[in-house]
């Protein structure tokens, strides 16, 4: 079957984790995408985080799935002819190089633009313009500068980053966005344009609903939030939210079952107002359904802390998965919380190839996140990452059409690293 971005040619400036998960989407949606690393040690995380001795880590077997690798120095005269080459030769750049770095290289939008007027340059950096434009960003700078981190965790507690990589792989995701945005752009202008996700906007974007609750604090204590109930007051900023619901049906983490052995024994619950009588019964709490300080969404809001105390007495009885069962017959909104264990090993996610297993020659088999994003006549095949250099020769000879002297001269002035692909070592 052909895929939605057959045709359509990546070169993939991209390293750690933000690009990174850019260009994989894009791959996964049909795109060739052309991996550019440095010779000897490509991506950092190649080598960062090793569980095996000799291979790529996870962290960049995960998150480089269905691309192609070609090492080349493009500090190197010949390195940058062969660059030169591939910009020609493709429909979009994308990076995720500290600010300036690829002006540095001579590479400056002005330059990309005289060689190929139809590419698209599309990058991450970790803010736009402004104060910080200069500064390099990694996950959690970007988690504190977006606004996440002053809005999670507790009250009586610092900020807090969260596991989900809202930085990097969020920004990815707005960037992916972007460049097909860009791509479907070019078909009626014939040009190509600059595309910018920075992680900053990014996670600000995300965390959009608390830049809403900023501005209702103006019209006094914001009432869904749990703190309202105990009477603490609120203070000139959005503040940390705890496990609170961020829209207007209250819910909370509470304990189940086995919660003094099992820190993941805990669900989420949310007192929807349409299943409010259900909730009751279900909890044996029906007084609740008529007295005036429950029935109403509005009379609950200051005693959700109660609320949820009691409904904990009853899911303590129950393990998460048990509670889950009952509570869904009544259509009452609530979610186990899963470990990644429980995750790895759960078969509707296998099914569907959210998760897939992946064999890797130097590793074995491992498991990844597949393809979020389903589409039905473009469907995603998980294919393993790839060594470093291992589509050096290949790229030379298929993308830029060199022939055997020419690739003999190319590897011989060291451009590439060497006549053997290090993935070889
Ligand atoms: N050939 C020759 N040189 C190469 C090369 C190649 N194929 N690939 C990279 N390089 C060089 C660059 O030219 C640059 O050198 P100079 O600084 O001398 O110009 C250097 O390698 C890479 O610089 P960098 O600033 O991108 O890398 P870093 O490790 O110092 O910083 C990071 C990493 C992520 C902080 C920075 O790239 C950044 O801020 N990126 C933008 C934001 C972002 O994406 N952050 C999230 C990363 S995922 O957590």
């Given at each position: 079957m052909s895929k939605a971005l057959d045709g359509v040619r990546i070169l993939d400036f991209t390293h750690v984790q933000?690009?990174?998960?850019?260009?994989?989407?894009?791959?996964?949606?049909?795109?060739?995408?052309?991996?550019?690393?440095?010779?000897?040690?490509?991506?950092?995380?190649?080598?960062?985080?090793?569980?095996?001795?000799?291979?790529?880590?996870?962290?960049?077997?995960?998150?480089?799935?269905?691309?192609?690798?070609?090492t080349l120095d493009a500090k190197n005269p010949q390195g940058k002819e062969v660059l030169e080459g591939l910009v020609k030769a493709c429909d979009v750049l994308v990076e995720n190089f500290g600010p300036g770095v690829l002006d540095r290289m001579g590479f400056t939008w002005e330059r990309l633009q005289e060689l190929n007027p139809r590419l698209i340059y599309a990058s991450v950096k970790g803010f736009g313009p402004g104060p910080y434009e200069d500064c390099k960003v990694y996950e959690n700078v970007a988690q504190c500068t977006g606004g996440a981190a002053s809005t999670t965790g507790f009250l009586d507690g610092p900020p807090l980053v969260t596991g989900a990589q809202i930085g990097d792989s969020g920004t990815g995701l707005h960037l992916a966005l972007g460049i097909v945005t860009a791509l479907f752009q070019r078909t009626t202008t014939g040009k190509g344009q600059r595309v910018l996700a920075s992680m900053q906007d990014g996670v600000l974007n995300l965390c959009r609903v608390k830049l809403r609750d900023q501005q209702r604090?103006?019209?006094?204590?914001?009432?869904?939030?749990?703190?309202?109930?105990?009477?603490?007051?609120?203070?000139?900023?959005?503040?940390?939210?705890?496990?609170?619901?961020?829209?207007?049906?209250?819910?909370?983490?509470?304990?189940?079952?086995?919660?003094?052995?099992?820190?993941?024994?805990?669900?989420?619950?949310?007192?929807?107002?349409?299943?409010?009588?259900?909730?009751?019964?279900?909890?044996?709490?029906?007084?609740?359904?008529?007295?005036?300080?429950?029935?109403?969404?509005?009379?609950?809001?200051?005693?959700?802390?109660?609320?949820?105390?009691?409904?904990?007495?009853?899911?303590?009885?129950?393990?998460?998965?048990?509670?889950?069962?009952?509570?869904?017959?009544?259509?009452?909104?609530?979610?186990?919380?899963?470990?990644?264990?429980?995750?790895?090993?759960?078969?509707?996610?296998?099914?569907?190839?959210?998760?897939?297993?992946?064999?890797?020659?130097?590793?074995?088999?491992?498991?990844?996140?597949?393809?979020?994003?389903?589409?039905?006549?473009?469907?995603?095949?998980v294919t393993r990452s790839p060594l470093l250099g291992e589509h050096t020769e290949e790229i030379l000879r298929d993308v830029l059409r060199y022939d055997d002297a020419k690739v003999a001269a190319i590897k011989a002035s060291g451009a590439t690293g060497g006549a053997k692909p290090a993935a070889a070592e």
């Open positions: 933000s690009g990174p998960t850019c260009t994989q989407l894009l791959a996964w949606f049909g795109a060739d995408c052309i991996k550019v690393e440095r010779p000897g040690t490509g991506d950092v995380t190649r080598s960062q985080l090793r569980d095996v001795p000799g291979a790529d880590s996870l962290y960049f077997t995960m998150l480089n799935h269905n691309k192609r690798s070609i604090l103006k019209a006094g204590p914001l009432q869904e939030y749990s703190q309202y109930g105990q009477g603490i007051a609120f203070g000139e900023a959005t503040p940390r939210a705890g496990n609170d619901s961020g829209g207007g049906q209250p819910g909370w983490i509470i304990k189940c079952k086995g919660y003094e052995t099992d820190p993941n024994a805990y669900i989420y619950f949310i007192t929807q107002a349409p299943v409010w009588d259900k909730i009751c019964k279900v909890i044996g709490k029906e007084e609740w359904i008529t007295d005036p300080d429950f029935a109403k969404p509005d009379a609950r809001l200051p005693r959700l802390k109660l609320i949820f105390d009691t409904i904990e007495q009853w899911t303590m009885t129950k393990t998460k998965f048990e509670a889950m069962d009952i509570l869904n017959e009544f259509d009452i909104p609530c979610g186990p919380i899963l470990s990644m264990k429980e995750i790895a090993e759960e078969p509707s996610l296998r099914a569907t190839g959210t998760v897939v297993e992946v064999d890797h020659p130097k590793r074995g088999k491992y498991l990844s996140v597949g393809n979020p994003i389903k589409l039905s006549d473009s469907p995603t095949d």
